[in-house]
């Protein structure tokens, strides 16, 4: 028995697995890929978003998302607000990757040294697609990490004395990868808190204090929605800032590709890197590194690739056998997320955030670490209780959440002013699920 009683996955093993199935095209009977360009596609009719319904006003209708929530199978023995760590794939992209994963296995090296390549570019064109860039510009990597790591430690316009910068809440591994360069590069290394409470001007006068002060700086790292508190940076507006002062930018978009309603260009950046199993719903094992076409041979090539081009981002990056399932099914995993819509989707977690996140600013003894300015905030908000600042205290506080409430969450670590939870909603959280953590919270924080 569940919360709900019957679980969604109990309704799906009584008879929806096999209208799943059905509904999945794109394999021959004899279980070979079906070539490019001759698959058939799922219909998602039934979760676009009804004519003329703007974002804002279908973020509240049950109804609507209730059907999209009907898409996953999703544990139903805690309420699940720890969604950042990697997407559930809904229910036709499971059902795809799976055919796929069987299809992969049976074909083996036939399939592989045969058709991978141009079905790999297949689904490249599709996310350069929904990315708003040439196919050219991109190259499919194991996680946004990867990406990340593989442009941070290629980046080889700096010279011994230059300087790099990034602030704490930038992604862990990333910050490794900054502070690398003072032995790869002979850099020196530029830190900056981002401030509490934050707001885009005091944000953008950070960046612009750091730069002042240390004016060799020519690498900055920014993250566009942050892992650690769900702060949204106004990126386009550093980036030029970074420019300015002869900088380049970095962009960390793990969090916001699919979260967010936005394309690379809006971004201003020249160099990129994504997650597709996040916010897009992929199988695991799928990012994308970007890197905009004029600047390729600003990034070395990968430990001196000699597989692919030189003027090709492809052999920026070197990752060896890929899970070909995963990144075949990346194109169902664009078509389910574009169905429902960008913009949709970031007004609905905004709505979900804003129950709980909005109704407890400023009560006493709680911290919320986002603020109410809508662009600098999507799903991820986490807050702290007033004064419990250590890893352990807030490892305590998810801990209480779980075990006296039902409710998942994670701390995180790393920010200047302190520890924290981060509670990270999906499009199939339910205003209930919000609603039981905004009155947790209540509870715990009762005079």
């Known amino acids: 028995m569940t919360r709900h009683g019957w679980s969604r996955r109990d309704f799906l093993r009584a008879g929806g697995a096999a209208a799943a199935m059905a509904s999945i095209g794109g394999c021959r009977p004899d279980g070979a890929v079906a070539p490019s360009g001759t698959e058939t596609t799922l219909d998602l009719s039934a979760l676009r978003p009804p004519a003329g319904v703007t974002p804002a006003a279908l973020a509240s209708d049950r109804a609507y998302w209730t059907k999209v929530a009907g898409q996953y199978d999703v544990l139903d023995d805690v309420i699940q607000l720890e969604n950042g760590y990697w997407g559930i794939m809904a229910r036709p ?27 790999e570019a ?42 790099v910068l990034y602030s704490d809440l930038d992604y862990d ?17 530029v830190t900056v808190a981002i401030p509490e409470p934050a707001s885009r001007q ?18 900055v790292l920014l993250t566009h929605l942050s892992h650690r508190t769900g702060l949204v940076l106004p990126i386009a507006e550093i980036s030029d800032l970074a420019r300015h002062h002869g900088a380049d930018v970095i962009v960390d978009a793990a969090h916001s590709f699919g979260q967010m309603d936005f394309s690379v260009k809006d971004l201003g950046a020249d ?57 075949l099914a990346v194109p169902d995993a664009l078509d389910f997320h574009e169905a429902v819509g960008a913009a ?19 009560r006493p003894g709680i911290e919320i670490l986002t603020p109410d300015d809508p662009s600098m905030h999507a799903g991820i908000t986490s807050f702290r209780l007033a004064g419990r600042t250590s890893a352990q205290d807030n490892i305590e506080l998810s801990r209480r959440l779980l075990e006296e409430f039902n409710i998942f969450t994670v701390h995180r670590t790393g920010v200047a002013k302190g520890a924290c939870v981060r509670v990270t909603p999906s499009v199939f959280t339910s205003e209930d699920d919000v609603t039981a953590l905004r009155e947790a919270l209540v509870k715990m924080t009762a005079a």
Do not use: C
């Open 93 to 119: 992209v499971l059902s795809r990757y799976e055919r796929l994963t069987e299809t992969v296995n049976r074909r083996n090296s036939y399939y592989a040294r045969r058709k991978f390549e141009g079905d």
């Open 344 to 362: 949709y989707k970031e007004a609905r977690l905004k709505r979900l955030r804003a129950l709980w996140a909005e109704e407890l600013r400023g």
């Open 271 to 327: 160099f990129i890197g994504f997650n597709l199993h996040k916010w897009i719903g992929a199988p695991l094992g799928v990012g994308v590194m970007y890197v905009a076409k004029s600047r390729v041979t600003d990034v070395d090539r990968y430990m001196a690739d000699l597989d692919r081009p030189d003027d090709r981002v492809t052999s920026r990056v070197h990752t060896g056998t890929v899970n070909f399932a995963s990144v």
């Open 173 to 189: 591994s990333m910050q490794m990868a900054m502070d690398w360069l003072h032995f790869r590069r002979g850099v020196d290394v």
């Open 122 to 163: 297949a689904a490249r064109q599709r996310t350069a697609g929904a990315l708003g860039v040439d196919a050219d510009e991109i190259a499919f990597t194991r996680n946004a990490t990867e990406a990340l790591q593989a442009l941070i430690g290629g980046y080889n316009r700096l010279r011994p004395g230059d300087a």
């Open 202 to 219: 005091k944000v953008v006068d950070a960046y612009a204090a750091a730069l002042e002060a240390h004016p060799r700086v020519r690498l």
